[in-house]
C-alpha cells in the first residue's frame, strides 16, 4: 500500500503536524506501508519539529508562497497567482511521480484542489477542526465585502470536496453531520503516542494549559476566570505553555485583570513532566477539532475543565464524572468549577482515576487499525 500526504510544512508545533507525523510513522513501522510526505512551503533548511521515521519519505517542493507578501497591491495579487499556479503544477507532478494507491489531504490547506487531483489514487480529505471553522478565522476584523467573499470562496471549497473526496475523515460525530453532502464520511478521533512515565497525584497546587497562544484558543478568557480562581486561592498558580502572536495582548490582559500567578511558558519536549506535575488542566478554546492537550492531561491523570465548545471536549470528558463541562463562554462558572476541584482533592483523585480509564479507549493501536480498515476498504489487497 503506498499512502502520500500533501500538506503544507511539516516545521511547526501544531497538533495537525504531530498527528500526521504520528500516522505516517505508524503506516510505515508497523504496517509496513509505503508513505510520502508531500510538503509544499517547507525549505530544505527547515526541520521537522516531531521526527519522522527514518522509512517515511519526505518530498519537500518549495514553493515560496509567502514571498507575495514582499509586495504591494496590486503586485501581490499577481505574485499570489503566480505561485498559486506553481504549486499545483507541482503538486500534480509530484503525485504522478510517486503514484501512490491513496492521497490525502488535510481540509484547511488545499483541499478542494487535492481532492479533484486526476490520478487513480483514492482520495482522503482528514479533518483537525470543525467544518465551520476550516479555512476561518473568527478573530481577524473583515469589512463586509470581505466576509461576503469568504462566505462564497467556502461553500466552492467545501462543496468540491464533498463531490470529489472518496472519504472525508471527522474527528467527532458533531462534525461528521456538517459532511452531509460528501460521498462517504467516518468518524477517527485522534490519538496520543505520548509515553506516561509519571501519573499525576493530584496535589500539587498548580493548574495547566498549553496551546498555541492564538485568539482561538482562548486564553484571554482563561486569564478573565483565574482572576476569580486567584482571589479564593492565592497560594495556587496557573501555567500556560505555548506560543504565538497573542502573547503581549495576554500579559497586557493580566495587567487589566489583576490576574497574578499566571506564568507563560515556552514550548517544550518534556510537557509530560510538566502535566504529571499538575493537578488541573484548562482547556478555555472557542473551538477544537479534537483537543490532544485534553487526551494528554487525561493520560496523565489530570483532572480536566473544558469550556464545552464546538466539538472536541464534549467527544472526551464526561461531565462530573472524569472532568467538568462548562457553557461555552461563561468565564465565572469556569472559575468556579476550577474551585470546586482545588477545594475537593479526593474528587481531584476521582477524576483522574476515571480520566486515565477514558483515555484508553483513544488507544494509537485502537484508532490506527480505524485508519487500516479505511485504507483496505478503498484500496483491496
Not at 519526505?58 to 514571498?67: A, L, R
Not at 493548574?207 to 482562548?218: P, S
Amino acid at each position: 500500500m503506498k499512502i502520500a500526504y500533501i500538506y503544507s510544512t511539516m516545521a511547526k508545533t501544531g497538533g495537525t503536524e504531530r498527528m500526521i507525523t504520528e500516522k505516517a510513522n505508524y503506516f510505515s513501522e508497523r504496517f509496513g506501508y509505503d508513505v510520502t510526505i508531500i510538503t509544499c512551503f517547507q525549505l530544505a533548511k527547515e526541520e521537522n519539529f516531531f521526527p519522522l521515521s527514518n522509512k517515511v519519505k519526505q518530498i519537500n517542493i518549495e514553493i515560496p508562497f509567502f514571498s507575495q507578501y514582499k509586495y504591494k497591491y496590486p503586485t501581490r495579487l499577481w505574485r499570489k497567482w503566480q505561485m498559486n499556479k506553481l504549486l499545483r503544477k507541482s503538486i500534480i507532478e509530484m503525485v504522478e511521480e510517486v503514484d501512490p494507491d491513496i492521497l490525502i489531504g488535510v481540509s484547511r490547506f488545499n483541499a478542494d484542489f487535492i481532492s479533484s487531483i486526476k490520478c487513480r489514487a483514492k482520495k482522503i480529505i482528514e479533518c483537525h477542526e470543525a467544518k465551520y471553522n476550516t479555512i476561518y478565522d473568527a478573530s481577524e476584523k473583515r469589512t463586509f465585502l470581505s466576509s461576503l467573499f469568504i462566505k462564497i470562496y467556502r461553500i466552492f471549497y467545501f462543496r468540491a470536496i464533498e463531490r470529489n473526496a472518496d472519504v472525508v475523515v471527522s474527528l467527532t460525530k458533531d462534525d461528521k453531520k456538517l459532511w452531509k453532502h460528501a460521498k462517504h464520511t467516518v468518524v477517527i478521533p485522534n490519538f496520543s503516542t505520548m509515553p506516561i512515565t509519571q501519573y499525576s497525584d493530584c496535589t500539587n497546587k498548580r493548574v495547566i494549559a498549553a496551546g498555541r497562544l492564538a485568539w482561538e484558543k482562548g486564553f484571554g478568557r482563561l486569564i478573565d476566570s483565574w482572576r476569580f480562581v486567584y482571589a479564593r486561592h492565592p497560594d495556587w498558580h496557573l501555567d500556560i505553555y505555548g506560543e504565538g502572536h497573542m502573547y503581549n495582548t495576554l500579559q497586557t490582559l493580566i495587567k487589566i485583570y489583576k490576574a497574578k500567578n499566571v506564568y507563560f511558558h515556552s514550548v517544550t519536549s518534556d510537557i509530560s513532566q510538566e502535566y504529571a506535575t499538575s493537578s488541573i488542566c484548562a482547556i478555555t478554546s472557542y473551538f477544537e477539532g479534537f483537543s490532544l492537550v485534553l487526551l494528554e492531561a487525561m493520560k496523565h491523570g489530570v483532572p480536566c475543565v473544558a469550556f464545552n465548545c464546538p466539538f472536541g471536549p464534549r467527544n472526551i470528558i464526561n461531565d462530573g464524572y472524569d472532568g467538568f463541562l462548562v457553557e461555552n463562554g461563561e468565564t465565572k462558572l469556569f472559575a468556579e468549577r476550577l474551585c470546586r476541584l482545588i477545594e475537593d482533592e479526593e474528587l481531584r483523585k476521582q477524576f483522574s482515576k476515571r480520566a486515565i480509564e477514558k483515555a484508553t479507549t483513544f488507544d494509537v493501536n485502537i484508532i490506527m487499525d480505524k485508519w487500516k480498515e479505511l485504507c483496505v476498504f478503498l484500496v483491496p489487497n
